[in-house]
């Protein structure tokens, strides 16, 4: 799963946005090239506005400046580097700005790890790492399989020609996946699983409108009870779960998350906040790098047929496995261009506590470095053809002839690359495995597919597919 630090690194630019005034007006003291203010009030964001997004602001605006350029938000100055060598300046700086993150408070709960910084964060950050080393992830591959062996099944049982959500059913994927892998048991059953589904969807809709309006809804009105009592039900539902493996997991064949959140903190409010975290930072990146490969598979026939020669002779008649999967080479290249083609996170940020020199020119303390992720993904330089679906960009020859840092998806600066990255690649592994083994897919016809760069880039509206039984 796209863990939590793909989930952190797209909402530090985002919420900039959000709390932009509580900073003090400051004036540019830097020699970083960019632009000037559109207003004093505003700074640049009326910019950002008409450029659809911030990732298509950025695009301009390096366009305009190059590697390294600045821009206003509010009066606040931000600087942002658009090149893998100005990553690798920026490559051990580990702290994220927690007052960014406030607007999700009530979600994510003031010791979430997205507010650990220092000592104390790098120890934390630590504990999970080793959640997700090799013996660890090998626990997961049977649940997983189980859960794409109910799409399949579901699938199977379609009548021929029908029209299918895609977005619908990974999100189905991925949220099921993501219970059941990271909580356990609790989340067996279907019912509590749609249960979780509900109450995401109120708080995550009250959490993108504060993202417009940051004022809070009183307290008494319809949209404020929905939000605190679906966040209730999903703070129980959590709590249940550490209770339950608190039970069982000295007693339990595997290990999974949330037993060694429990070992390593000393409260449950980290365990809670740990476990909220990784769910929130994963099924929802997960769910739509799934989409965007389905997407991209169904529209390019020559690589669907390419991945499923290559599952035919590597699988023959075995699931992925532990053994296996790096067999899969080919699958691989098509989960990485998709990717780098979707921009599926388009930004990570930084900041340091004190002055600093980024590409020769100063840096004031404090100041936000935007690490323009999806800018430099299609960069045409390093990447011919940048809009192209083609993952023949990833087989090993043209992989060493690229530099370091040019494909980051999954972030790159102070050691905390997303913790989940290998877990992702498994869960999107064993269900693309799945599906195009049984499935020939095929995009509906008449659509136009529009993608909207926002907290994760998504689809404008749902895709739809068909598909047919491979023989």
């Known amino acids: 799963m796209l863990g939590f630090a793909i989930f952190a690194v797209i909402f530090v630019v985002t919420l900039i946005i959000s709390i932009i005034y509580l900073y003090p007006k400051k004036t540019k003291t830097t020699t970083v090239p960019g632009l000037e203010p559109t207003n004093k ?10 450029a659809g997004s911030l990732h298509e602001f950025l695009m301009d605006l390096h366009e305009q400046y190059g590697p390294i350029a600045s821009f206003w938000m509010g009066e606040k100055l931000i600087v942002s580097i658009a090149s893998p060598e100005l990553f690798k300046e920026h490559l051990t700086v580990f702290d994220r700005p927690p007052e960014l993150f406030n607007i999700f408070l009530p979600i994510l709960g003031e010791q979430s790890i997205q507010y650990a910084n220092g000592t104390v964060g790098r120890k934390r950050r630590q504990a999970m790492d080793q959640t997700f080393s090799h013996d660890q992830l090998s626990l997961y591959y049977d649940g997983l399989q189980k859960i794409a062996n109910d799409i399949e099944t579901k699938w199977l049982s379609l009548v021929k020609e029908e029209h299918i959500p895609l977005s619908q059913y990974m999100f189905a994927f991925s949220i099921k996946a993501a ?6 048991g609790h989340f067996k059953d279907d019912k509590e699983v749609l249960a979780f589904k509900r109450d995401y969807d109120v708080v995550w809709a009250e959490m993108e409108h504060r993202l417009a309006d940051p004022e809070l809804p009183a307290d008494n009105t319809v949209r404020a009870k929905a939000f605190n009592e679906s966040l209730q039900r999903i703070k129980d539902a959590v709590m249940k779960s550490i209770e339950d493996r ?6 339990s064949d595997d290990y999974i998350f949330l037993d060694r959140m429990i070992d390593f903190n000393e409260d ?4 809670f906040c740990d476990g909220i975290v990784s769910l929130l930072g994963g099924f929802h990146t997960t769910a739509n790098v799934l989409t965007w490969a389905m997407y991209f598979l169904a ?3 020559d690589v669907q047929d390419k991945v499923h020669k290559e599952l035919k002779t590597v699988l023959k008649d075995e699931p992925v496995n532990p053994h296996n999967i790096k067999k899969l080479q080919y699958l691989r290249q098509v989960i990485d261009e998709t990717l780098r083609c979707g921009v599926i996170a388009p930004w990570a940020a930084r900041f340091q506590d004190f002055d600093s020199e980024l590409g020769g020119h100063k840096i004031p303390k404090n100041t936000p470095v935007i690490h323009a992720l999806g800018v430099v993904l299609h960069d045409e330089k390093i990447w011919p053809l940048p809009n192209k679906f083609d993952p023949d960009r990833f087989n090993p020859e ?3 002839a690229r530099p370091n840092l040019a494909f980051s998806p999954f972030g790159f600066a102070g050691k905390r690359i997303c913790p989940g990255y290998q877990f992702a690649y498994i869960e999107a592994s064993i269900l693309l495995a799945t599906i195009l083994l049984r499935f020939k897919i095929d995009l509906v016809e008449g659509q136009v597919v529009k993608p909207v760069f926002g907290l994760v880039t998504h689809p404008l509206d749902e895709i739809w597919i068909t598909i047919s039984k491979r023989k």
Do not use: M, V
């Open 41 to 50: 009030e505003d700074g640049n964001l009326p910019d950002i506005g008409r």
């Open 179 to 184: 219970l059941q892998s990271f909580l356990g």
């Open 246 to 251: 608190k039970k069982i997991s000295a007693k």
């Open 268 to 271: 449950d409010d980290l365990t």
């Open 299 to 301: 529209s390019h026939q």
């Open 398 to 400: 043209n992989t060493k």
